[in-house]
């Protein structure tokens, strides 16, 4: 296993981490308290760090069982959980980002989980009716009450994230230190404003569904339906099967699993961008965890990245024509030794 950090705290974080809302069967699916110790003792004894639940992953029994699967060693990891939705339906302020919510959620979370502190938390998403500033400042408090140590936010437009950050620092309460999406090779959208957004404010981003629910293994190229092709995922646009294709063709290619090229191609990204690896069965997790050992060359690199590559849209596109770098950047541009201008060399489109 290899570390990265978590922004500029300092923190050394695995390079993948272990999404944990298959833990518990509530939901008629997932893994039993027994297999998911299975699946956290294989995690840390390969390095892994890093885990990531959340208030209502099955009904809060992923928490109660991390939870109980922690005693003695819980300081070994950095413990990551998230707030947001509703947990009770009669309670209208069980749902949100509002101090309330906050100070509810992180008190039931931390019975659940047995501890103290929570290293990582989560927003789980944008609520609309709370305001920035509230939020913020209410997660300033859990930190400065020693509640949290990092907040961190998931599922947010990157100028969302954007705003509050830039609030947080200007007003001296702390920032979001990691932001949490989806991201994938049948999802690159991210590249678009997400991704340029974490580098610029130094956050590492921790990609869940790097598998596309299971499409990337190859299982749905005969036809078979299953959750990727849940509304909301756009895993079955066109041309998506020949990216399929071509990472089942490179696992033949290298000796490993499609599951293990889609999960490796994730965590060489740039960024750092830290793949969540789960699953509902102890072979399953064997499977993905293995892909910390598989690493793909710059060859396969490109073939995938032809196939996957997103239109990124105005004003990206335009901003990489060869004729407008030329005009904003001057004809010195080759001769610049910075890295900034390496990427907007490396970057550049053919102009006419």
Same mark, same amino acid.
């Given at each position: 296993m290899r570390y990265r950090l978590l922004g500029k705290s300092g923190v050394r974080i695995s390079e993948v981490a272990l999404g944990t809302m298959t833990f518990g069967e509530d939901w008629g699916w997932g893994a039993s308290q027994d297999v998911s110790a299975r699946m956290l003792d294989l995690f840390a004894d390969a390095g892994g760090n890093v885990l990531d639940t959340a208030d209502v992953y099955t009904n809060g029994t992923s928490e109660t069982i991390l939870g109980e699967l922690l005693k003695g060693r819980r300081n070994r990891f950095v413990l990551a959980t998230k707030f947001t939705n509703q947990t009770d339906p009669d309670d209208p302020n069980s749902a949100g980002n509002h101090r309330k919510k906050i100070v509810t959620s992180i008190e039931a979370s931390l019975r659940r989980l047995q501890t103290d502190h929570i290293d990582l938390y989560w927003v789980h998403a944008r609520d609309l009716l709370t305001g920035t500033e509230e939020l913020m400042r209410a997660l300033d408090d859990q930190v400065r009450l020693g509640k949290i140590l990092y907040p961190a936010v998931s599922?947010?437009?990157?100028?969302? +994230?954007?705003?509050? =950050?830039?609030?947080?620092?200007f007003r001296d309460w702390s920032p979001f230190t990691a932001v949490q999406l989806r991201y994938n090779l049948l999802d690159r959208s991210p590249e678009r404003e997400l991704l340029p957004m974490a580098?610029?404010? &130094?956050?590492? /981003?921790?990609?869940?569904?790097?598998?596309?629910? $299971? %499409?990337?293994?190859?299982?749905?190229? =005969?036809?078979? !339906? $299953?959750?990727?092709? #849940? *509304?909301?995922?756009?895993? #079955?646009?066109?041309? !998506?099967?020949? +990216? /399929? %294709? &071509? /990472? *089942?063709?490179? !696992?033949?290619? +290298? $000796?490993?699993?499609?599951?293990? /090229?889609?999960? !490796?191609? *994730?965590?060489?990204?740039? $960024?750092? *961008?830290?793949?969540?690896?789960?699953?509902r069965t102890e072979e399953q997790f064997r499977d993905n965890l293995a892909a910390i050992d598989v690493h793909l060359s710059r060859q396969h690199l490109d073939r995938l990245d032809a196939l996957s590559r997103p239109t990124l849209g105005f004003p990206a596109d335009v901003m990489r024509d060869a004729s407008v770098v030329a005009g904003v950047y001057g004809a010195q541009l080759p001769d610049i030794d910075d890295p900034r201008a390496q990427v907007v060399r490396t970057t550049t489109t053919a102009g006419t």
């Open positions: 599922d947010w437009a990157a100028w969302e +994230i954007a705003e509050a =950050n830039t609030a947080a620092r580098d610029a404010f &130094d956050l590492p /981003v921790f990609a869940w569904g790097p598998l596309a629910e $299971g %499409r990337l293994t190859g299982k749905y190229l =005969n036809g078979q !339906s $299953g959750r990727a092709t #849940t *509304v909301g995922r756009p895993y #079955t646009s066109v041309g !998506s099967d020949d +990216i /399929v %294709r &071509d /990472v *089942v063709a490179i !696992s033949h290619e +290298i $000796g490993c699993t499609p599951a293990q /090229v889609a999960i !490796s191609w *994730v965590r060489q990204q740039p $960024g750092p *961008v830290i793949p969540l690896i789960a699953a």
